[in-house]
């Protein structure tokens, strides 16, 4: 038996709705090898290294369970709350279970699984030892980082999905902002307090989130939260007034043990279960894997969608349900039977006249959460038109400039599916013959097929791609593996496009720059360099955005 992680978990999980500690084991064929002494321990027999046996997972589970129990009730201690599942990796299991005070949890955790493998030496030392943590000064970071409801001043909105969560949790901040709001943003660029930047750095985790919810300004908290922090830390809060999921795409996969959409999504889903009951769940009813979190959330559902009502969506509407459906250019809410226009596209400047979907997708969701935290709709409609995404009010998200008679948009796609839509966005502005280049490139923690996808993408849009490579998103691999990677997709489009490679974004992108005709466009995969390139633009180029 492999033992292969032993986290603390600081807020609700997808394994408990509590700060959890999490055992994660895994054996080579899914039969489990443990020490006879764990079953003498938990029945309350003189314990000794009495030989092995070979269990199935769901008894190696059970009696890990048994031991995390006997060790609390031997320290005095009140049971905790216990669960444990299979992971999406193969032969991969997890026990969790909640916790109040980190070292303790943690030394515990250690040694349970100690016991089942049966390294049993100074059992009952290492037991005491458990009571003398309890009992000795607390450590400043033994308490949970997560901010209980009781001790929450402040309404939470919080934002997930795989793409848009940062535009869409700027534009929240903005419209609140706006309608005179005092408003703490964390997100994967920083911490903001009202328009201070607080901290650098990316805080889409439980620590933005606390830093957010201790500051005294603050009127409303916007979190972007991400898959990473939940997986790492858990949430940072332990509820939610309103929650947001922009859509579930292909991203990290294979990364924490989610492997499939469908796990990225249960991820996701994170978010909208922790809303309160009275509270709303913005979801995306375009994005399937987003519409179906209505099944296992306890506030009510908010849905959106830019395209033709469906059946879902026309029965949740009939039913009195909330909603912002796109339809001819005009948003219509309907809420408790009723329907009014609410704004329209060209009215809203991100979507620059609904030529950019995905900000369409965004505005929507934006619009939905500050509605369900009782904003009104001209409230709504003055914030939504007056937000534009410029390097000052969307650093980095579909930033548009014009350079020397060419278009450069600027735009942290990370992503197969940002590609996509980027792309889709660029080919708006080629003017008679010109030439669409695709900059593209992204961090290393992502399986290798996602490189070869982009290429094939860029292959099937562009007239010339630079693919460029990382120095500070290398994240385990060697320089150029990921440039060979996005070649061999190039290659496998089969189109004869123009591919050259450069060592850095900021070299890919002022080579393009120099090049560049009337007509152009340049199309960046910008996730490195974007504080740089957008000062170059805004000196040298003229935002259309």
């Not at 700060?19 to 029945?43: H, M, R, Y």
């Not at 009696?63 to 991969?92: C, K």
């Not at 940072?236 to 922009?246: A, K, P």
């Amino acid at each position: 038996m492999k033992i292969c992680e032993i986290r603390d978990l600081d807020g609700p999980n997808i394994f408990l709705r509590l700060p959890a500690i999490k055992l994660e084991v895994a054996s080579d064929n899914g039969e489990f090898v443990v020490n006879s002494a764990a079953n003498a321990f938990v029945v309350g027999e003189p314990v000794s290294d009495a030989g092995t046996e070979t269990v199935d997972p769901a008894r190696l589970m059970a009696l890990i369970t048994e031991v995390v129990n006997v060790l609390h009730d031997r320290a005095g201690q009140t049971r905790p709350e216990v669960m444990s599942r299979p992971m999406e990796e193969r032969h991969h299991y997890v026990v969790a279970y909640s916790w109040r005070h980190r070292r303790f949890a943690r030394t515990l955790g250690a040694l349970a699984l100690d016991i089942v493998v049966g390294d049993i030496a100074e059992i009952d030392t290492r037991i005491e030892s458990l009571n003398s943590i309890l009992t000795s000064p607390p450590e400043e970071d033994d308490a949970p980082e997560m901010v209980t409801a009781a001790d929450c001043r402040v309404p939470i909105v919080a934002i997930t999905g795989t793409n848009g969560k940062t535009t869409t949790s700027r534009l929240i901040s903005f419209i609140l902002r706006h309608a005179g709001n005092v408003v703490g943003l964390t997100s994967s660029a920083g911490v903001y307090i009202d328009t201070e930047q607080v901290l650098a750095g990316d805080y889409s985790g439980p620590s933005g989130a606390h830093r957010v919810l201790e500051d005294d300004r603050v009127d409303v908290a916007v979190l972007e939260t991400a898959r990473g922090g939940m997986l790492l830390r858990g949430l940072g809060y332990e509820e939610s007034d309103v929650s947001v999921v922009t859509n579930v795409s292909a991203d990290h996969l294979g990364l924490h043990g989610v492997l499939t959409l469908e796990g990225l999504a249960e991820v996701k889903s994170l978010v909208p279960r922790m809303t309160r009951a009275d509270g709303f769940a913005v979801l995306n009813g375009d994005d399937p894997l987003v519409l179906k979190m209505r099944d296992v959330i306890q506030a009510r559902p908010f849905l959106v969608t830019q395209h033709e009502q469906t059946e879902a969506i026309k029965r949740h509407i009939i039913d009195g349900g909330w909603a912002l459906c796109l339809d001819d250019g005009q948003i219509h809410w309907y809420h408790d039977g009723v329907s009014t226009v609410l704004t329209t596209l060209n009215d809203i400047p991100i979507t620059f006249g609904g030529k950019a979907p995905h900000m369409v997708e965004n505005a929507l969701c934006a619009a939905a959460a500050v509605l369900a935290l009782g904003l009104s709709p001209d409230q709504v409609r003055e914030g939504l038109s007056a937000f534009r995404n410029t390097s000052r009010d969307n650093h980095g998200r579909l930033n548009v400039y014009e350079l020397n008679g060419a278009t450069i948009v600027i735009d942290f796609a990370h992503n197969e599916a940002g590609l996509v839509r980027l792309l889709e966005f660029a080919q708006h502005y080629r003017k008679g013959n010109g030439t669409l280049v695709a900059i593209i490139g992204t961090a290393g923690d992502r399986e290798d097929s996602v490189f070869r996808a982009l290429g094939e993408v860029a292959a099937k849009s562009a007239d010339i791609i630079i693919r460029k490579d990382t120095t500070k998103y290398l994240r385990g691999r060697e320089p150029g593996d990921m440039l060979q990677m996005m070649q061999e997709g190039v290659e496998k489009a089969g189109k004869g496009i123009a591919s050259e490679e450069a060592s850095s974004e900021r070299e890919a992108c002022l080579r393009a720059f120099e090049r560049v005709q009337p007509g152009d466009v340049v199309a960046v995969m910008c996730i490195e360099d974007y504080d740089f390139l957008l000062t170059y633009l805004d000196e040298h180029g003229t935002s259309v955005s």
